[in-house]
């Protein structure tokens, strides 16, 4: 289960920022897809459907990952954790916009507001995903 959150929370936190950048023109999108510092992967013309994987597969992964840290400190039924947690990776992250030139800039205000919103959206997204399986696991019991 936890998976298919990771790749549903994905798919959201994508929609969420593809849309915002359609109706703002600011890069959010992009940079959620960018991979231009990465060795390699940098210099590849990546089709927009392959990035979008690695996308999901970070997101799995970082569901899996603070999942299991939070059941670990018996917290993993709390909104706020999952809030917090994908709020700060936001901010860690976007810090990234300037090793690109086809990112927001570092100062655009904007792009920092819908960049956080889109963590929360994100971390709302897990947690709300994890309440529905609780509940309907307990139903099927």
């Given amino acids: ?3 298919f959150i990771g790749l549903v929370s994905g798919f959201v936190l994508g929609g969420f ?3 915002l950048q359609q109706w ?3 890069p959010v999108y992009t940079l959620l897809m960018n991979v231009d ?4 992967l940098g210099e590849m013309d990546l089709p927009g459907w392959l990035a979008f994987s690695f996308h999901l597969i ?3 992964a970082v569901v899996q990952l603070l999942y299991f840290i939070l059941k670990k400190k018996k917290m993993e039924r709390k909104l706020l954790p999952y809030v917090v947690c994908n ?3 936001g901010l ?4 990234a916009t300037i090793l690109s030139d086809r990112t927001p800039e570092i100062d655009n205000t904007g792009a920092w507001l ?3 919103a889109g963590h929360i959206v994100y971390g709302f997204s897990i947690w709300g995903m994890l309440k529905t399986g609780e509940r309907l696991k307990e139903n099927n019991e």
């Fill in 1 to 3: 289960m936890i998976w």
């Fill in 58 to 60: 970070v997101s799995v």
């Fill in 37 to 40: 510092y990465f060795p390699v």
């Fill in 114 to 116: 819908i960049w956080i």
């Fill in 17 to 19: 920022l593809y849309i």
């Fill in 87 to 89: 709020a700060a990776i």
């Fill in 92 to 95: 860690l992250i976007f810090p």
């Fill in 24 to 26: 703002t023109a600011i």
